[in-house]
């Protein structure tokens, strides 16, 4: 596969979000199926991103990831990320995580759950608001200089937490939700992860599965499914939202592609140092989502697609503060 770079890691242009193996689309598959899925995206793609975080079913994410990349460990880029404010089980310190021995011990027991001994890529999964991000910079830079990570990012951060991080420790990524239907990064993020030649690391790329233009106002999302409170797919949404569809379709259709990968081409055109971590748990989603990489969009196409787009409103968002509906997973949204 097409090599892409955050700063100084090296990944495959498309990578692999690992979440929903273990939460946030409802039902998952077996162990053994999610072990065969992962080590297929490297040995069959040639993916070597793969992303996981301690909250992604209070450590379970990490556990699976971790037995799944242990044959191919140094052959791919690891990346997890930690959640400062969240305690999770037997991370009740004192201090919290946002110090120097809560980031540390976070970092240590990630390890042993990935069976590892270094992280490639570690991420703030959140940062905190009133809280001096060049701090955990320091932390994350201490944590490179002594080999137990590779690189840091953080995740869902401002221009100014981004801007001030960077100053610290420079940043090899940012990451955080961007698609044809959430691109609110595009007015500042983006233009500043280019200009600081930050990498940027797009999660929820195909819009929660939305872009595939494989779900329709019939279908039903049950258990810890994300979609259930992600507003774009209430069902009158999913209608109103079908012009779209009706376009990525068409562009499809010349390209002799599909909408998830027209979706994806879209994003790949962008920035040079953009790679999406789409989630896939099925062979035929792996092949086609894969594929994006040798579906190109030219310059003129990209200009009339961004005309066309301009037209097209987006109808439901994706709603952190309904979060708390689903109970006990409240952090998929918004993590
Ligand atoms: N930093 C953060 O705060 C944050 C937040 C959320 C996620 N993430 C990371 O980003 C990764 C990706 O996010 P996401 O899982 O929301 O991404 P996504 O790819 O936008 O959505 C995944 C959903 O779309 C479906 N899908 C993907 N490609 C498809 C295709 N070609 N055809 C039909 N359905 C398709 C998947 O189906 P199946 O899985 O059922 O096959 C799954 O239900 C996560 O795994 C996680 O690692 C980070």
């Not at 242990?70 to 997890?80: A, E, G, Q």
């Not at 989630?279 to 989603?285: F, H, I, K, L």
């Not at 097209?312 to 952090?331: F, M, N, W």
Request: aromatic content about 8%; glycine content about 8%; overall charge negative.
């Amino acid at each position: 596969m097409q090599q892409r770079n955050l700063r100084n890691l090296t990944v495959s242009a498309i990578g692999l979000g690992c979440m929903g193996f273990s939460h946030g689309y409802g039902a998952t598959p077996t162990e053994e199926e999610s072990i065969r899925l992962i080590r297929k995206a490297y040995d069959d793609f040639g993916c070597t991103l793969f992303d996981t975080a301690e909250v992604y079913a209070n450590y379970e994410n990490e556990i699976l990831v971790g037995k799944a990349l242990r044959p191919i460990r140094d052959k791919v880029i690891l990346c997890t990320k930690f959640m400062p404010e969240k305690f999770l089980p037997g991370q009740e310190i004192p201090e919290g995580k946002t110090s120097r021995r809560g980031l540390r011990n976070a970092l240590e027991a990630s390890l042993k759950r990935l069976q590892t001994d270094y992280v490639d890529l570690y991420y703030e999964h959140r940062v905190p608001q009133g809280k001096d991000v060049g701090e955990v910079a320091e932390w994350m830079g201490e944590l490179i200089s002594e080999g137990k990570i590779r690189a840091w990012g953080v995740s869902e951060a401002t221009p100014a937490q981004i801007r001030r991080a960077h100053t610290v420790t420079p940043l090899s990524a940012v990451q955080s939700e961007y698609s044809l239907m959430e691109r609110r990064v595009e007015a500042e993020v983006l233009p500043l992860c280019k200009e600081l030649s930050i990498g940027f690391v797009a999660y929820s790329p195909m819009a929660s599965g939305f872009l595939s233009g494989k779900y329709s106002s019939a279908d039903t999302f049950t258990g810890d499914d994300v979609r259930r409170v992600i507003t774009r797919f209430d069902k009158k949404n999913i209608d109103a939202n079908q012009p779209l569809l009706d376009l990525l379709h068409a562009y499809a259709k010349d390209k002799g592609a599909t909408p998830a990968q027209i979706s994806l081409a879209w994003m790949l055109h962008k920035y040079d140092n953009i790679v999406p971590i789409p989630g896939m748990r099925r062979d035929e989603r792996m092949t086609e989502n894969f594929g994006a990489v040798d579906v190109t969009l030219t310059d003129t196409e990209m200009q009339k697609l961004e005309e066309e787009l301009s037209h097209i409103a987006i109808h439901g968002d994706r709603k952190d503060s309904d979060i708390q509906k689903l109970g006990t997973v409240e952090t998929v949204a918004t993590h």
